[in-house]
């Protein structure tokens, strides 16, 4: 979408997107944001946005790759299977189904850490969902294997289904595993969950 920006004598003057690039040389994405003062006054700010998955793209030197985790928690008697397909366009969790009457649970985890300190929210875009059963949660967690879901310090408030998600983080800082993970409970079928996109802002 382009951005416009409205000079003195009130000439609309497009302006191109805006990207900053860290130490790293990795390039993240400046989105143009507003804030109203008490006055009334509109100013214009700018947050930055770091992308971790984006249709094929793990962003390797940020995210490490990621990881596929079976079992997305300590109680013990989850099932094993399942899968994580990777390729051009989505990754995709395929969650085994329960094996036992503690469930099954599957995830795609950043295989490190993130400083999530300058963001406010974790984001994913679905793009498709078999089954609404189980729980699908985004999460930031302290850990990436199978305590994923038990550590987690934040998650998105409601089960992921097709389209964008969001998790407040903006009450945590520091470093932090970042994905998103699918649990099933006994006696249901295995969940497949595709996702296009991941991102910070």
């Keep these: 979408m ?34 109203v003062s008490s006055a009334g006054i509109q100013s214009k700010v700018f947050s930055s946005e770091m992308v971790l998955y984006d249709s094929g793209n793990e962003y390797n030197a940020v995210t490490g790759g990621f990881i596929y985790n079976i079992g997305v928690s300590t109680t013990s008697g989850y099932s094993i299977g399942g899968s994580l397909t990777r390729n051009a366009v989505y990754m995709q969790i395929n ?10 649970g599957a995830a795609a985890i950043t295989s490190d850490k993130i400083d999530l ?10 793009v498709y969902l078999n089954s609404e059963r189980g729980t699908r949660r985004l999460r930031a967690s302290s850990s990436k294997n199978s305590s994923f879901a038990n550590n987690s310090a934040a998650q998105s408030s409601s089960h992921l289904a097709a389209g964008t998600h969001y998790a407040d983080i903006s ?31």
Excluded: H
Aim: net charge neutral; glycine share 8%.
């Design 95 to 104: 969650c085994p189904s329960a094996t036992s009457e503690t469930g099954g």
């Design 117 to 126: 300190t300058p963001f406010s929210r974790c984001c994913v875009n679905v």
């Design 171 to 201: 009450n945590i800082s520091g470093m932090y595993y970042v994905g998103v993970g699918v649990n099933t409970p006994l006696n249901i079928s295995s969940v497949t969950l595709r996702f296009n996109k991941l991102w910070l802002e």
């Design 2 to 35: 382009p951005i416009y920006d409205i000079t003195s004598t009130g000439v609309s003057v497009k302006q191109k997107e805006v990207f900053d690039v860290n130490s790293a040389g990795i390039a993240s994405k400046i989105k143009e944001v507003y804030d």
